[in-house]
């Protein structure tokens, strides 16, 4: 069936860069995205990518999609402390009311 | 615009209680889901509506009804709590692609 696989924990410096992995099982996922999710509150859409695109970029956020692979990744520019959160991978398909499949999520530690 | 809303934040329950968890939403979204976020899990949909008059079960119905009487409003209901139902229950709303919008959530421990 449909999956979405992302590692549990990332922890990461500062300043430094941060890169967010997921891969997915349903080569028919029209759109995926990345959900940011604060203690206790919400899932926040961060951004999404179209199955037919390679790249977005999102002022510090760059997504990178390799269909071949069925991998997304999700990389964060000059990592802020405001940037540690629960990171979602999602995908979902444009038929049967756009049900989205959510991974595990990946927990982010920022050091200061 | 308030976006999603859900009530309560909180609630205990005890083991063969029932409740609704309500959920209203203000953007005019067709799109409407229930999902339960287990730790470590990710979140599970357990029903979902295209649009008012239409439901339809997810991933984990079980031990839960919903109904969509408004494009507004999409409550669900827990008959007969059970401890696996404790859990974090969140609500969204979308217009189909570009994801959703999600409420707060609704932390329901059943003791």
């Known amino acids: 069936g449909e999956d979405v696989e992302q590692s549990l924990f990332l922890s990461v410096r500062e300043g430094d860069s941060s890169v967010i992995n997921c891969t997915y099982t349903?080569?028919?996922?029209?759109?995926l995205y990345w959900y940011k999710q604060e203690p206790g509150a919400g899932l926040q859409l961060l951004t999404y990518i179209f199955s037919n695109m390679d790249m977005k970029q999102d002022q510090r956020l760059t997504v990178l999609l390799n269909k071949k692979d069925k991998h997304l990744s999700l990389r964060i520019a000059d990592t802020q402390t405001g940037d540690s959160a629960i990171y979602f991978c999602?995908?979902?398909?444009?038929?049967?009311?756009?049900?989205?499949?959510f991974g595990a999520g990946t927990r982010l530690f920022v050091k200061a | 615009n308030a976006g999603v809303t859900q009530t309560p934040k909180f609630r205990i329950l005890k083991i063969g209680q029932s409740m609704t968890l309500q959920c209203t939403q203000d953007m005019n979204h067709n799109y409407m889901y229930w999902y339960r976020q287990d730790p470590g899990m990710g979140l599970k949909l357990i029903y979902y509506s295209v649009g008012a008059g239409i439901t339809d079960k997810g991933e984990v119905p079980n031990g839960y009804n919903v109904s969509r009487s408004t494009t507004e409003d999409f409550p669900l209901r827990l008959e007969l709590a059970a401890p696996s139902q404790t859990s974090v229950y969140f609500c969204?709303?979308?217009?189909?692609?570009?994801?959703?919008?999600f409420g707060s959530g609704t932390r329901l421990t059943v003791v």
């Open positions: 969204a709303s979308g217009r189909g692609e570009g994801g959703y919008t």
């Open positions: 349903d080569s028919s996922s029209t759109y």
């Open positions: 999602a995908e979902s398909k444009n038929t049967g009311g756009f049900k989205t499949i």
